[in-house]
């Protein structure tokens, strides 16, 4: 589906946008929100549906540079929106078609305990733990 398309799809649903709602095909998922509450009012833009539009347009402007995948190191699970992109740069599918075979996200990784650290005073009290 056309990335303009499935901009309007999500804008006549009235779904509320988030950066991780995985509801377009965009690799990057970019929303930008402006708020002014002194005219009650809050402009969300799917950028990233509208710079697939213009890289169609302008593909001049655009360049993609391709590394190799990370592996998920954050402390949560990773996100399914993410996962998708992820499997669909590493087997070359489309995102729809990862969403299709993705199984389950990687799981988060606890971060080791941060060391012990004391101030201490000139003669060697302790006065506080900190950490």
């Not at 697939?52 to 990773?78: H, L, T």
């Not at 599918?93 to 988060?108: F, H, K, N, W, Y």
């Amino acid at each position: 589906m056309l990335a303009l398309e499935q901009a309007i799809r999500i804008i006549e649903a009235q779904d509320t946008w988030d950066v991780n709602d995985d509801l377009c095909d965009c690799t990057y998922q970019f929303m930008s929100y402006y708020n002014n509450p002194y005219i009650g009012e809050t402009y969300e833009v799917r950028l990233c549906c509208l710079y697939a539009e213009f890289e169609k347009q302008y593909p001049q402007f655009f360049k993609r540079v391709q590394i190799e995948p990370a592996e998920w190191n954050g402390e949560s699970d990773m996100p399914r929106s993410i996962y998708h992109r992820q499997l669909s740069k590493l087997h070359g599918l489309s995102v729809s078609e990862a969403r299709m075979i993705a199984g389950e996200t990687p799981r988060g990784k606890p971060r080791a305990s941060k060391p012990q650290m004391w101030l201490l005073s000139p003669w060697g009290e302790v006065l506080a733990e900190l950490g």
